[in-house]
């Protein structure tokens, strides 16, 4: 069967099942069952690569919830380095902005639009920060260590010290300090 056979059959592009064969990415979550079924394998024999012997089975299916599991810490790493990589900047360039119209000669209509144009920025640049730190991970209750991810606003209008924001937790319901964690179990 050729890569172009497949696509057609499952209604996608021969580029991404060239994708899928030579690694570069995996099939999305919506037709993975339907491509297990054309190719009569398992799930966890696509994650894998290869068949799987019974006696193997359950060693291969606990490797590849590893994998995945480190995977997705691995991906809520590098977001929760590029808020640090969008918020930083944005705030040094702002703050110039600022200092620039402060204390350079200029008409005050462009000292206004200068500072507003900063602060705007540096507004934008902190809500998108926030949203990135929210979906990255999980929130810990110190009370009942219960994981989970809050709404965006409840993120951002959160008392914070760093990624540790006073809370309201949905299990026990007390008010607490709760920690940036990026995994839902340890």
Known sequence: MTQANLAEKLGISDRAVSKWETGKSLPDSGIMLEVCDFLKINVNELLSGERIMAELYDKRAEEN???????????????LKMEYWILLPTIIAGLVMVFVASFVEMPVWLRI??????LVTIFAAVFIAVGIE???????????????????WQTNLALHSGRTRYMKCPECGKRSWQRKVLMKED
């Open 65 to 79: 919830l590893l994998a995945m599991k480190k995977e997705i810490e691995d991906k809520n790493k590098q977001m």
């Open 134 to 152: 929210q979906k990255a991970g999980y929130y810990e209750c110190q009370n009942c260590h219960h994981r989970y991810v809050p709404t965006y």
């Open 113 to 118: 639009a200068l500072i507003a144009f900063a």
